[in-house]
């Protein structure tokens, strides 16, 4: 397992859902300037439709890159739930995503097979700690893949 130089310490899924609170009311307020960074990671906000509630929900996610499409990794720190915004996202898959000051909407998709094989693979030799998060969980950690804007 190839070595980390960040923290090891995954936080409770409540104290998550507070943190994601502040870090999106600040990168929406800020365009990005607050919070599109974080701990080595490029971050952007997805907005889903709530599965339950039909309101709209708005997350700060990691992303990676694959061409002009945007990776989403559903790791919620190797908890052995999925994040919420994945159910609402797989209920609803029309999003809206904002990139420092970019926003666009789209359809998100879940990976399967090869194609999900290939992109967990590069995802966790960019980011190893995604492959520490798996070994915490048995539930396979989901890649989400998201059209980038349109020019």
């Not at 929406?28 to 599965?51: A, C, N, Q, V």
């Not at 609803?92 to 992109?119: K, M, Y």
């Not at 960019?126 to 989400?144: G, H, L, M, W």
Request: glycine share 8%; hydrophobic share 30%; charged share 25%.
């Amino acid at each position: 397992m190839p070595q980390t130089k960040y923290i090891s310490w995954v936080p409770a899924p409540n104290t998550i859902k507070r943190i994601d609170k502040i870090h999106t009311r600040l990168y929406e307020r800020t365009s990005g300037i607050i919070g599109s960074r974080l701990d080595g990671l490029d971050i952007l906000l997805l907005t889903t439709t709530g599965k339950k509630t039909g309101r709209a929900r708005s997350v700060p996610l990691p992303y990676f890159r694959d061409g002009s499409r945007y990776l989403l990794v559903a790791s919620f720190g190797g908890n052995p739930k999925h994040p919420n915004w994945l159910a609402n996202l797989v209920a609803n898959p029309d999003v809206h995503v904002q990139c420092g000051h970019r926003r666009w909407s789209t359809r998100a998709r879940v990976t399967e097979g090869d194609e999900r094989a290939r992109l967990w693979q590069e995802i966790t030799y960019e980011f190893p700690r995604y492959a520490v998060y798996q070994t915490k969980t048995d539930r396979q950690i989901p890649v989400i893949v998201l059209d980038g804007p349109q020019p």
